[in-house]
């Protein structure tokens, strides 16, 4: 069955650092998301991106990310200048824009800012 | 913004026996969609709801779309151990629209 495969699993960065949070969506697919979840809590929107544009961000979702897709394949979330409270899961997931059951979650990054 | 709520917060019951849990929402969806997360793991979809009073089942899983569009349940009938885990509903405008989450229910079943 595809995945979303998302690298790496675990990363701990020092606060003030620049994390890049890397994804490869199903091959077929034509939406891109990301969620965060802070431990013990719900599954966040950030963003989504489609037609190599974002179509909607939250509010979450500030001047300190942004996202790309540099190939056929990539999917990054960037994280400039990272802050303790950006610890969380972050979930990268794809849609091939019909059926529900086309739209699937990585496993996600567990981000630990120190 | 939308907002969903679950209940119960947490649940704790034995081995066999069936569970119900249920979210409301601020607004209307038209999907509904419950999922599972097993800890370290992303959301897992169990079943999507389409229509107002749809019942769907999947396996030992029911769950109904509100006739208001603004509630749902599931079910989980004669419950194991590897039910064990953290349920949310969600709900989402379009096929390929952001998915909002409820804040979840936390299962444990013992023995």
């Known amino acids: 069955e595809p995945e979303v495969t998302q690298t790496p699993s675990h990363q701990v960065t020092q606060m003030g650092q620049e994390v890049i949070l890397r994804c490869v969506p199903i091959s077929n697919h034509l939406y891109f998301y990301w969620y965060r979840q802070i431990l013990g809590q719900k599954v966040e929107f950030l963003v989504s991106?489609?037609?190599?544009?974002?179509?909607?961000k939250s509010e979450i979702f500030d001047d300190q990310f942004s996202v790309e897709r540099p190939d056929g394949s990539n999917f990054t979330l960037k994280i400039r200048s990272t802050k303790l409270e950006d610890s969380a899961m972050y979930f990268c997931?794809?849609?091939?824009?019909?059926?529900?059951?086309?739209?699937?979650f990585g496993s996600g990054t567990r981000l630990t800012v120190v | 913004g939308q907002q969903l709520n679950q209940s119960p917060q947490s649940m704790f019951i034995q081995e066999g026996e069936d569970v119900s849990m249920n979210c409301t929402s601020s607004?209307?969806?038209?999907?509904w969609l419950w999922y599972k997360q097993d800890p370290g793991e992303g959301p897992v979809l169990l079943i999507a709801?389409?229509?107002?009073?749809e019942l769907t089942s999947n396996g030992r899983l029911t769950a109904q779309f509100g006739i208001t569009r603004k509630d749902s349940f599931l079910n989980i009938s004669a419950s194991i151990p590897s039910d064990v885990g953290i349920y949310f509903c969600a709900g989402q405008e379009t096929s390929y629209d952001k998915v909002i989450f409820g804040p979840g229910t936390s299962l444990s079943v013992i023995p």
């Open positions: 997931a794809s849609s091939a824009g019909t059926g529900v059951y086309g739209y699937t």
């Open positions: 709801l389409y229509k107002a009073g």
């Open positions: 991106f489609y037609n190599n544009e974002i179509s909607e």
């Open positions: 607004s209307i969806f038209n999907t």
